[in-house]
Each structure stands twice: as C-alpha cells, then as structure tokens.
C-alpha cells in the first residue's frame, strides 16, 4: 500500500493478507516504510497468530508490503518467510514475491559464483541480489527492475519497497495474479480482488503481465518495456480451479462462475444417477453448485469443514497432510444416509484426500458416491508456484480413471475434460497456461 490519505497503513495491510490467508499459510510477514527507513516483522503461522495488536501497533509508516508464505522454493521456516528486506549502497529495498523462478538454480549459481551470500533458499532472494547488481547501471530502482525481468523465467507477482517508492510488477506471462486498487487517493495493490473489497478499496484493474507500476509523492507511472502483445499472456488456470477464492475476479473473469462452469460441464461430460451433489469445502463448493444446476440433482451439504485447520493441499509434508483431512472435514449423516451422492471436488494430487473422502461419507451411510472432479488429471509437475509434485507422486500418472475410482473406493469418477478448460474461462482476456495438464509450458524450466 502507498498512502496519500493517513490511512492506518498496517492495519489495512493485515487485514488484506487476512484475506488471502488461503494463498499461504505457513508464515506471514508486513514490512513497513516510515521516512525511509523500513521496519520488518514476520514469523511462521497465520496471519492473526504473527500479527498482535501489540505488535500491529509498533508498525507505522506511510508505505508497506505484506506476504503470507506458502513455499515451494526453499523449505518453511522464518527465514524464508517474506516480505526479504535487505540494505545495499542505494539504502533499503524490501521485497514479497508470488510465484516461483523456473531458472533459479541457473540464477543461483551464476550469484553463488559471483561471491553473493545467500541467507535463505527462496528465490525472492535471487531477484533482490540480481536487483543490486543493475541498480549499480543505472540511476533508477524501476529501471533496474525493468533490466532484471529480462533475466528471470518463471512466474512472479512481485511488490517492493524503496526508500521513496513502492513498486509492483509481474512476469511477462502473467502467470500469477495481481491487481490495482484505490482507497481515497491511496494506492493498494492485490494478488486477488477479495483483498482489495476487504479493505474496501475500489478495484482499478489487474497489473498487466511483464508491467512495472511504480507510485511516489508524485503520483502513479508505469514501465511496460516487458509487456507481450495484448491477449499472449498464460495466467494459471489452477488459480481458477483451486487457488483463488471463489469471489475474486482475475483477468475479467469471476473465480466463482470459472467454478460454476466446470460443475456444468461435468454434469454434461459424467452425468450419474444421484439423490444429491455436494461439494468438498471450499473450493468444491462452486463446482457442485454447477454440477447440481447442469443435472438438475438437488445441491446439498454433505461435508462439514473445521475452519480452522489450513488447506490440505498447501500443507508441505505428506505426514502434515494427512492428519490435516481427518482433522479438518466430517460427515452430516442425515444428509448422507441411504443416499446416492455425487461428490465434487477441486483436484485428485496422490488420490489420500480423495479416498478417505469416499470412505467417510459410505461409513455415515452412503448408498453411492460418484467423484467429479474439476480439474482434468494431474499429468505433470508445476514449476511455477503451485505444489503440484513431480510425477512419481502424481496418481494419475500411474493409474488409469478406472483403477484410480476403484482406489478411491467410489461408484464412478470423472474428471474436468482437459480440451474443454476454455470453456470454463469464456471471459479471460489472455490465455492460459494448463501445464500441469498437458505438460505444455509457457516458460522453459530446469
Ligand atoms: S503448471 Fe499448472 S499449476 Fe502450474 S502454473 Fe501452469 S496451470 Fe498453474
């Protein structure tokens, strides 16, 4: 945030990482600018266990950048969580960064051998160090950051603080979402809009892919030295299925009705006989509402989601994963008894969330429980920000459909058609990258 207005500049920073709490849970962090120098505090957890009134309190300054940590570049520790503040010859920089580099080691060796010291294993770290070095070329920070995107490959939404400047961009692909709001005369930027309605700033538009927007006492510019041909750029289309919540909108299009239009073509592609489709909480929700809207099944709760246990799927180890599904979700068995139930969810990684799903609901008393799935099959690893792990762990790259339902001990099982994604996404202004997919990337990675 860049406040023009004398805005309690922390305290709409916490509340924006508040709402993006699903997009990282493992650490959270707000750096903060009060004449020009910057103050710093982050530490492992969510973001209300980080964040004290207290602690809150302490912050103050007219610029800040926040993060909520969920890593798959560099292991999970205070470290690593963001926003990284660093001091060089030109004063302070401190930077938070969504996305992954698919050419950091490549970057990280070059660095290493150049004599850079390395404090942690995330890649933020890389763009700092790179960031330095052309900021010595040149006499403006914006200037070095436009000289730095031409190095890097990979998937970035990135926000930055200089001792005079506040500073966004994001990858040429536009792989990671982020957007631009207002709040009076003060600038606030986003990874999803639900932030910026949570803090109740209008929402502006999205940062255009390969943009730099820089905002200062003189007011908002912007660099687009990086930016492809209109329409070229490939946002995530898991940011779609999964990652996002389901009342942001990200390039044009609503993350709720993405949702809805996978349900409707499952009930097209896979359709069941069935007493009653629900959805997996949350990100199932949407898809079952648009199942229950194609077959004309009543939509029904069947699921009941602890609230205050993280996403399973942004858990970094398989032991936390597990113990997280039986803590998180449980059974309305008078919703379920004797019933046929099409169950929906957002994706199938190694199938245990799944499995155990199925067998909850047909011990409550299931009469049959029919999988729909809107995502299309895992087939391939994710370099850019998404935990999609290497193929070995994928189950779909080791089974068929029909072993995997029997593994998951359900009636039937369908998955989203891979050629029939855009339909889900009629309104995007670019394309989209389906790699995990299809296996077709938009950038090269190591
Ligand atoms: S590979 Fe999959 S998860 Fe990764 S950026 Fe592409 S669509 Fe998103």
Same mark, same amino acid.
């Given at each position: 945030?860049?406040?023009?207005?004398?805005?309690?500049?922390?305290?709409?920073?916490?509340?924006?990482?508040?709402?993006?709490?699903? @997009?990282?849970?493992?650490?959270?962090?707000?750096?903060?600018?009060?004449?020009?120098?910057?103050?710093?505090?982050?530490?492992?957890?969510?973001?209300?266990?980080?964040?004290?009134?207290?602690? &809150?309190?302490?912050?103050?300054?007219?610029?800040?950048?926040?993060?909520?940590?969920?890593?798959?570049?560099?292991?999970?520790?205070? &470290?690593?969580?963001?926003?990284?503040?660093?001091?060089?010859?030109?004063?302070?920089?401190?930077m938070?960064v969504?996305g992954?580099l698919?050419n950091?080691?490549?970057l990280?060796?070059?660095?290493?051998?150049?004599?850079?010291?390395?404090?942690?294993?995330?890649?933020?770290?890389i763009i700092?160090?790179l960031l330095?070095?052309a900021?010595?070329?040149t006499?403006?920070v914006e200037t070095a950051l436009s000289m730095v995107m031409k190095e890097l490959q990979g998937s970035y939404s990135l926000?930055m603080?200089?001792?005079?400047?506040?500073i966004v961009c994001r990858d040429p692909k536009g792989m990671?979402?982020?957007?631009?709001?207002?709040?009076?005369?003060?600038?606030?930027?986003?990874?999803?809009?639900?932030?910026?309605?949570?803090?109740?700033?209008?929402?502006?538009?999205?940062v255009e892919p390969g943009e730099i927007i820089?905002?200062?006492?003189?007011?908002?510019?912007t660099i687009r030295d990086n930016c492809p041909?209109?329409?070229?750029?490939?946002?995530?289309?898991?940011?779609? &299925?999964?990652?996002?919540?389901?009342?942001?909108?990200?390039?044009?299009?609503?993350?709720?009705?993405?949702?809805?239009?996978?349900?409707?073509? &499952?009930?097209?592609?896979?359709?069941?006989?069935?007493?009653?489709?629900?959805?997996?909480?949350?990100?199932?929700?949407?898809?079952?509402?648009?199942?229950?809207?194609?077959?004309?099944?009543?939509?029904?709760?069947?699921?009941?989601?602890?609230?205050?246990?993280? @996403?399973?799927?942004?858990?970094?180890?398989?032991?936390?994963?597990?113990?997280?599904?039986?803590?998180?979700?449980?059974?309305?068995?008078?919703?379920?008894?004797?019933?046929?139930?099409?169950?929906?969810?957002?994706?199938?990684?190694?199938?245990?969330?799944?499995?155990?799903?199925?067998?909850?609901?047909?011990?409550?008393?299931?009469?049959?429980?029919?999988?729909?799935?809107?995502?299309?099959?895992?087939?391939?690893?994710?370099?850019?920000?998404?935990?999609?792990?290497?193929?070995?762990?994928?189950?779909?790259?080791?089974?068929?459909?029909?072993?995997?339902?029997?593994?998951?001990?359900?009636?039937?099982?369908?998955?989203?058609?891979?050629?029939?994604?855009?339909?889900?996404?009629?309104?995007?202004?670019? @394309?989209?990258?389906?790699?995990?997919?299809?296996?077709?990337?938009?950038y090269?990675?190591?």
């Amino acid at each position: 945030m860049f406040d023009n207005d004398g805005f309690d500049v922390a305290g709409i920073t916490y509340a924006g990482l508040f709402a993006l709490q699903h @997009r990282g849970q493992e650490s959270a962090g707000i750096a903060i600018n009060r004449e020009r120098e910057i103050t710093l505090y982050k530490n492992t957890g969510l973001v209300q266990e980080v964040f004290t009134p207290d602690i &809150l309190s302490k912050l103050k300054g007219r610029m800040a950048v926040g993060h909520v940590r969920y890593s798959t570049t560099g292991e999970s520790s205070v &470290l690593n969580a963001q926003p990284l503040v660093s001091r060089y010859v030109k004063g302070q920089l401190a930077m938070a960064v969504n996305g992954n580099l698919s050419n950091y080691q490549e970057l990280k060796h070059r660095l290493a051998w150049d004599g850079a010291i390395f404090q942690t294993t995330n890649d933020t770290e890389i763009i700092m160090h790179l960031l330095a070095r052309a900021r010595m070329k040149t006499g403006r920070v914006e200037t070095a950051l436009s000289m730095v995107m031409k190095e890097l490959q990979g998937s970035y939404s990135l926000v930055m603080m200089s001792p005079q400047k506040l500073i966004v961009c994001r990858d040429p692909k536009g792989m990671r979402p982020l957007c631009m709001g207002k709040l009076d005369n003060s600038y606030v930027f986003a990874s999803e809009t639900c932030a910026l309605d949570t803090v109740r700033a209008e929402y502006i538009r999205d940062v255009e892919p390969g943009e730099i927007i820089i905002v200062d006492k003189d007011g908002m510019r912007t660099i687009r030295d990086n930016c492809p041909e209109p329409g070229t750029s490939s946002i995530c289309i898991f940011e779609y &299925l999964y990652f996002a919540r389901s009342d942001s909108y990200i390039e044009g299009m609503g993350v709720h009705e993405a949702r809805k239009n996978t349900g409707k073509i &499952l009930a097209e592609t896979y359709p069941a006989e069935a007493d009653l489709v629900a959805g997996v909480p949350d990100s199932g929700i949407d898809a079952a509402i648009g199942y229950a809207e194609g077959s004309g099944i009543p939509y029904g709760k069947a699921l009941v989601i602890n609230r205050y246990v993280g @996403r399973t799927f942004i858990q970094p180890s398989q032991e936390q994963r597990s113990t997280a599904v039986r803590l998180k979700i449980n059974v309305l068995r008078d919703a379920v008894k004797g019933k046929r139930i099409v169950l929906v969810d957002d994706s199938i990684v190694r199938g245990t969330t799944s499995a155990r799903l199925v067998s909850m609901l047909k011990e409550a008393g299931a009469k049959e429980v029919h999988m729909r799935i809107s995502s299309p099959p895992f087939l391939w690893p994710c370099y850019f920000g998404t935990d999609v792990p290497s193929k070995e762990h994928l189950i779909a790259c080791h089974h068929s459909v029909d072993e995997i339902c029997k593994m998951l001990g359900a009636d039937s099982l369908g998955f989203m058609p891979v050629e029939r994604l855009s339909e889900i996404v009629p309104d995007i202004k670019c @394309r989209y990258c389906d790699g995990c997919f299809t296996g077709n990337y938009p950038y090269t990675h190591e």
